[in-house]
């Protein structure tokens, strides 16, 4: 599976960005797809998680009640609608792929990446 990640700026505090995640080269509705995030001098951290069914949702703290996740299995494509946007949400945002069903916020449970869209949120 190879993952394209875009739709990544700059935007205001307060505002919103939306991210896609374009996927190929193997059936892309049968892989549970997440979002990460890697801001300059941190770790990367786990933002959301859908299955392939798009039933539960699994969202990180930081995700939770702002940001949206959702995907369209017929245009193999993952969004993640990002609202209320602060600066701390300034990162690198990447998407993976992968068959695990369980651990969603885990790295290691994802087989394939993006390359990573950045996100930049001004005050």
């Known amino acids: 599976v190879q993952l394209q990640a875009s739709g990544g700026g700059l935007a205001q505090a307060g505002g919103s960005l939306r991210l896609s995640c374009v996927a190929s080269g193997h059936t892309f509705s049968t892989y549970v797809m997440g979002w990460f995030r890697q801001a300059p001098g941190k770790e990367r951290e786990f933002v959301a998680a859908i299955r392939w069914s798009s039933d539960s949702p699994y969202y990180g703290d930081s995700a939770k009640g702002r940001f949206t996740i959702s995907r369209d299995n017929a245009k193999n494509t993952g969004y993640l609608q990002m609202n209320s946007l602060k600066p701390e949400d300034t990162a690198v945002y990447y998407c993976?792929?992968?068959?695990?069903?369980?651990?969603?916020?885990?790295?290691?449970?994802?087989?394939?990446w993006g390359q990573g869209t950045l996100v930049t949120v001004s005050s």
């Open positions: 993976a792929a992968g068959r695990m069903d369980y651990g969603l916020g885990l790295e290691s449970s994802y087989d394939y």
